[in-house]
């Protein structure tokens, strides 16, 4: 594994770059608004390095540009207001840090790939945050991952919200990526949540006037119809009493037939032939009595269709779904749900298979004592200052082969005059030195109670003597600060005399050496110099040992060389540095140091 390469180094350089604080450790993944936590994820995992860098770029997005003092309490309006912030966001950060677009646009394509970006057809306010969601990251964030998630949301919503209404929420969020405030990002959520309001009231108010106009057709046939009853019924009593007056006429008229008599029967007779059925047009007309012109009933439309009451009905009662709705979560949260993705890959790791943790600097949580007098160190140690110094000078310089000039003559090679060798000139040759980066970790855990001043006093010692060397580049930090993290004493290139009080660091906690081993291999890995040497002050009894020997493995195999100075340990140290001096006192320092450095500076 290149832990150049690896998550914990790519994800601290990132957070380095966009201005935010990036942690890796334990199992949770999160933010509180100023620093981003990911957890132990498994190393060499292309799925788990795309999640996690898509979850970093998101949540610095939040980091930089949400204000988080703008809340919500009625929840739909809060889960809209998210959805139309996170695009805003994306947006901004994807133009400040185009690696971020990247990052995130293959977040969003793998969410919608594996489902997480569906939603419920039946729920018709989660279909509505689906459509609204999928059509922004698609046409603003050009996501066309979530091209399909947005044709079936439309499918479904547009038959019952209507083609106007959508259009003119659509109109509205075109203008989310124009966005420059989570205020801005708000007032867009209520706005269209009002459109959808103004429908509701104009569908709820066609309903009833269709309702009306229906009622007052009703009344109106009734009344027509006890009218045309009363018609019948005269009409009935007439024609009885017709019938009496012809029944009499036939009667008087049977003993007296004449011609004429029988000609009206004729007449009669025809009549009657024709005046049940009445004409071929007269019955064509009366077949769609029933319908209306062309078959319609009497409202216009066909017997199959849709009445536009009904339509209103559907469009009122979605409305109604989705400006009522009480979610029981939030719908399109991406930091939620890759989070939870995180941290289901957390728990499947072991210390042999996870990445290295990066817990992060304390940023001020920890209290301080008296320092160590560093005159009176420099005085104890000036020995050790004094020979680190000859050694790297002597160093510099090698005695080289003979040459052909020179000043002065070695004797040694005379006997090559003879055979033509002019090779007899002694010089020296300067050698450049090599470039060590060293970076120096301080154990104040509450087990160092008794060793705390020594361990602190020989802490500034190695760093103040190796920051007066030339070519070597020193930095110290003490472990642990709060929740595992490390604690700055002395950064890279600046003087201990400047950070001194730091040193006065007092013992407390446990002993979480494997995450000061992230840490270190953090600096490592940003570092240019060619050498990198780790020394740890301890007493050699870390928590979680398998860790910490899986840590120290892949810092060796990245050429990272490691020394202990066991602070009064009985040689515990040796269970993980094979390179390792016991100390009892500060006296010793010097001597231990001079061993364990001579062959490192030197070779």
Same mark, same amino acid.
Request: net charge negative; proline share 5%.
């Given at each position: 594994?290149?832990?150049?390469?690896?998550?914990?180094?790519?994800?601290?350089?990132?957070?380095?770059?966009?201005?935010?604080?990036?942690?890796?450790?334990?199992?949770?993944?999160?933010?509180?608004?100023?620093?981003?936590?990911?957890?132990?994820?498994?190393?060499?995992?292309?799925?788990?390095? =795309?999640?996690?860098?898509?979850?970093?770029?998101?949540?610095?997005?939040?980091?930089?540009?949400?204000?988080?003092?703008?809340?919500?309490?009625?929840?739909?309006?809060?889960?809209? +207001?998210?959805?139309?912030?996170?695009?805003?966001?994306?947006?901004?950060?994807?133009?400040?840090?185009?690696?971020?677009?990247?990052?995130?646009?293959?977040?969003?394509?793998?969410?919608?790939?594996?489902?997480?970006?569906?939603?419920?057809?039946?729920?018709?306010?989660?279909?509505?945050?689906?459509?609204?969601?999928?059509?922004?990251?698609?046409?603003?964030?050009?996501?066309?991952?979530?091209?399909?998630?947005?044709?079936?949301?439309?499918?479904?919503?547009?038959?019952?919200?209507?083609?106007? /209404? =959508?259009?003119?929420?659509?109109?509205?969020?075109?203008?989310? $990526?124009?966005?420059?405030?989570?205020?801005?990002?708000?007032?867009?959520?209520?706005?269209? *949540?009002?459109?959808?309001?103004?429908?509701?009231?104009?569908?709820?108010?066609?309903?009833?006037?269709?309702?009306?106009?229906?009622?007052?057709?009703?009344?109106?046939?009734?009344?027509?119809?006890?009218?045309?009853?009363?018609?019948?019924?005269?009409?009935?009593?007439?024609?009885?009493?017709?019938?009496?007056?012809?029944?009499?006429?036939?009667?008087?008229?049977?003993?007296?037939?004449?011609?004429?008599?029988?000609?009206?029967?004729?007449?009669?007779?025809?009549?009657?032939?024709?005046?049940?059925?009445?004409?071929?047009?007269?019955?064509?007309?009366?077949?769609?009595?029933?319908?209306?012109?062309?078959?319609?009933?009497?409202?216009?439309?066909?017997?199959?269709?849709?009445?536009?009451?009904?339509?209103?009905?559907?469009?009122?009662?979605?409305?109604?779904?989705?400006?009522?709705?009480?979610?029981?979560?939030?719908?399109?949260?991406?930091?939620?749900?890759?989070?939870?993705? =995180?941290?289901?890959?957390?728990?499947?790791?072991?210390?042999?298979?996870?990445?290295?943790?990066?817990?992060?600097?304390?940023?001020?949580?920890?209290?301080?004592?008296?320092?160590?007098?560093?005159?009176?160190?420099?005085?104890? +140690?000036?020995?050790?200052?004094?020979?680190?110094?000859?050694?790297?000078?002597?160093?510099?310089?090698?005695?080289?082969?003979? $040459?052909?000039?020179?000043?002065?003559?070695?004797?040694?090679?005379?006997?090559?005059?003879?055979?033509?060798?002019?090779?007899?000139?002694?010089?020296?040759?300067?050698?450049?030195?090599?470039?060590?980066?060293?970076?120096?970790? /301080?154990?104040?855990? $509450?087990?160092?109670?008794?060793?705390?001043?020594?361990?602190?006093?020989?802490?500034?010692?190695?760093?103040?003597?190796?920051?007066?060397?030339?070519?070597?580049?020193?930095?110290?930090?003490?472990? !642990?600060?709060?929740?595992?993290?490390?604690?700055? /004493?002395? !950064?890279?290139?600046?003087?201990?005399?400047?950070?001194?009080?730091?040193?006065?660091?007092?013992?407390?906690?446990?002993?979480? /050496?494997?995450?000061?081993?992230?840490?270190?291999?953090?600096?490592?890995?940003?570092?240019?110099?060619?050498?990198?040497?780790?020394?740890?002050?301890?007493?050699?009894? !870390?928590?979680?040992?398998?860790?910490?020997?899986?840590?120290?493995?892949?810092?060796?195999?990245?050429?990272?060389?490691?020394?202990?100075?066991?602070?009064?340990?009985?040689?515990?140290?040796?269970?993980?540095?094979?390179?390792?001096?016991?100390?009892?006192?500060?006296?010793? =320092?010097?001597?231990?140091?001079?061993?364990?450095?001579?062959?490192? *500076?030197?070779?």
């Amino acid at each position: 594994m290149n832990i150049s390469k690896s998550l914990p180094i790519v994800a601290k350089a990132m957070g380095d770059q966009m201005g935010v604080n990036v942690v890796i450790r334990g199992n949770t993944a999160a933010t509180n608004g100023k620093t981003i936590y990911l957890p132990e994820l498994p190393k060499d995992d292309a799925e788990a390095t =795309l999640l996690a860098r898509g979850f970093l770029d998101h949540e610095a997005a939040h980091v930089r540009l949400t204000d988080f003092s703008v809340t919500e309490n009625d929840p739909y309006l809060k889960n809209l +207001t998210n959805i139309i912030e996170d695009i805003r966001i994306e947006k901004e950060m994807g133009l400040l840090y185009p690696g971020c677009a990247v990052n995130l646009r293959n977040l969003a394509n793998h969410l919608a790939k594996t489902g997480s970006f569906d939603f419920d057809s039946d729920q018709p306010d989660q279909l509505f945050l689906g459509w609204v969601l999928a059509r922004c990251r698609s046409r603003i964030l050009t996501q066309k991952g979530l091209d399909p998630v947005f044709k079936n949301a439309n499918q479904i919503l547009e038959p019952a919200l209507g083609t106007e /209404l =959508l259009g003119k929420v659509g109109r509205l969020l075109d203008n989310v $990526g124009s966005l420059k405030t989570t205020k801005a990002s708000q007032t867009m959520a209520a706005r269209i *949540l009002q459109l959808l309001r103004q429908e509701q009231q104009q569908a709820q108010s066609q309903c009833q006037q269709q309702q009306d106009q229906s009622s007052e057709s009703s009344s109106e046939e009734e009344q027509g119809q006890g009218q045309q009853d009363q018609n019948d019924s005269s009409k009935s009593g007439q024609d009885n009493e017709d019938n009496k007056s012809d029944q009499g006429n036939q009667a008087n008229s049977r003993d007296e037939p004449s011609a004429e008599s029988d000609q009206d029967n004729k007449a009669d007779d025809s009549n009657d032939t024709t005046g049940e059925s009445g004409s071929p047009q007269e019955q064509n007309q009366n077949d769609g009595s029933e319908l209306g012109d062309q078959g319609k009933d009497p409202s216009g439309s066909t017997p199959n269709a849709e009445k536009p009451s009904q339509n209103n009905d559907v469009r009122a009662d979605v409305l109604n779904q989705i400006l009522n709705s009480s979610p029981a979560e939030e719908y399109g949260d991406v930091g939620e749900m890759v989070g939870a993705e =995180l941290e289901a890959k957390a728990e499947e790791t072991t210390p042999a298979t996870a990445e290295m943790v990066y817990p992060g600097e304390d940023g001020g949580s920890v209290n301080f004592s008296y320092p160590p007098d560093l005159g009176t160190v420099r005085r104890n +140690t000036s020995a050790l200052r004094s020979r680190l110094g000859s050694l790297i000078q002597a160093s510099k310089l090698k005695r080289s082969c003979a $040459g052909r000039y020179g000043r002065r003559i070695d004797q040694r090679v005379l006997c090559r005059l003879p055979v033509g060798d002019m090779r007899i000139f002694r010089k020296r040759v300067e050698k450049t030195a090599v470039n060590t980066a060293v970076i120096i970790l /301080l154990d104040r855990s $509450g087990s160092m109670n008794s060793r705390m001043s020594l361990a602190a006093e020989a802490t500034l010692a190695v760093t103040d003597a190796l920051h007066t060397v030339p070519g070597v580049s020193v930095c110290s930090a003490a472990f !642990p600060g709060q929740m595992a993290s490390v604690i700055p /004493l002395t !950064p890279f290139g600046v003087a201990p005399a400047k950070t001194l009080k730091k040193y006065g660091v007092v013992a407390d906690g446990g002993t979480p /050496l494997a995450h000061a081993l992230g840490w270190a291999a953090v600096q490592f890995a940003m570092r240019q110099e060619p050498r990198k040497i780790l020394m740890v002050a301890t007493d050699g009894s !870390p928590s979680n040992p398998e860790m910490v020997r899986s840590y120290l493995e892949r810092l060796r195999e990245q050429g990272v060389e490691q020394m202990a100075v066991g602070i009064m340990d009985g040689g515990a140290c040796g269970w993980y540095f094979k390179n390792h001096k016991t100390i009892q006192n500060i006296h010793e =320092l010097p001597n231990a140091l001079f061993d364990m450095l001579k062959d490192a *500076l030197t070779s």
